[in-house]
């Protein structure tokens, strides 16, 4: 096996489409965001990229096994624009592997006929939070003001310590190769995967490039992360006593 290797699955034409990337990361954002638009809109898986720098495992499913791999899928909505969908389980494991498999992708993008990059992730607050900002960073000054047109916001020094893993190097690597690039990050505690972000992310896109979906599937999962949060917090306060009644449970 290569270092880094693409198994091309099907051709999946698109027209004009961007690049929109969402891995594991802080609240898993980007990662919930990409695989909500897999959900709701069709799409067609078209490559998997491997690489020794993935953990050495698979994933297991009805018996089957499949190879730690990032995975492409094309999308074509009914309206906005057309889409290649890069998700997957796992980033790299070194530093090395997060600048070769991010070369990488962006060689299938621009296979692709990719121009514009949108990677998606969480910016971490530390504390839980109701309202949910979507911080942005971007390549060029005319992609930071159509961003702020659709409300991203821009703080000074945010985030702290800048953007790391694949997100951070497709804007780094997207810019040596005359592509647009954007990162959307939701506010997120940190501490949970976090529905809630990944839908306030994946609203802005919604603005940018015009697709519809839904949102109720999300919107489940975060009502299970808030109880979740709520027991966390409990938690933190205090458990209190159980009462007879409380104890009456025998399993």
Same mark, same amino acid.
């Given at each position: ?5 693409? +198994? ?12 929109? /990337? ?7 954002? *980007?990662?919930? @965001? ?19 720098? #993935? ?7 009805? *018996? ?15 309206? =906005?624009?057309? $889409? ?20 990488? #992708?962006?060689?299938? @993008? /621009? ?7 949108? @990677?998606?992730? =969480? ?13 942005? @960073? ?15 916001? #821009?703080?000074?020094? +945010? ?8 997100? =951070? ?15 959307? $990050? *939701? ?23 015009? #697709? ?12 299970? $992360? ?8 409990? $938690? +933190? ?13 025998? *399993?």
């Amino acid at each position: 096996m290569d270092e880094f290797e693409i +198994e091309r699955i099907a051709d999946g034409e698109l027209t004009d489409p961007v690049l929109v /990337e969402g891995l594991p990361g802080v609240g898993h954002v *980007g990662k919930l @965001a990409a695989e909500h638009l897999l959900e709701e809109l069709d799409s067609v898986l078209v490559a998997r990229v491997y690489s020794q720098h #993935f953990p050495p495992q698979v994933t297991v499913e009805d *018996g089957t096994t499949q190879l730690a791999s990032a995975e492409f899928h094309a999308v074509r909505p009914e309206d =906005g624009r057309d $889409m290649l969908v890069l998700t997957g389980d796992h980033q790299a494991q070194d530093n090395e592997g997060h600048y070769g498999l991010t070369d990488t #992708f962006l060689d299938v @993008a /621009e296979e692709f006929g990719v121009e514009s990059v949108y @990677a998606l992730g =969480g910016v971490p607050t530390g504390e839980l939070i109701e309202e949910y900002d979507v911080l942005g @960073a971007s390549t060029t000054d005319s992609l930071v003001e159509e961003l702020e047109s659709v409300g991203v916001a #821009f703080r000074e020094n +945010e985030p702290a310590g800048g953007i790391v893993g694949v997100s =951070g190097l497709l804007l780094g690597l997207s810019g040596r190769r005359d592509l647009d690039a954007a990162c959307l $990050m *939701g506010e997120t505690s940190g501490y949970l995967v976090d529905p809630k972000s990944a839908q306030a992310v994946l609203e802005i896109l919604q603005e940018l490039l015009g #697709f519809e979906i839904d949102y109720e599937a999300l919107e489940d999962r975060a009502d299970e $992360m808030e109880e979740v949060a709520r027991k966390i917090q409990e $938690m +933190e306060q205090g458990t209190p006593t159980p009462s007879d009644e409380d104890l009456r449970y025998i *399993g």
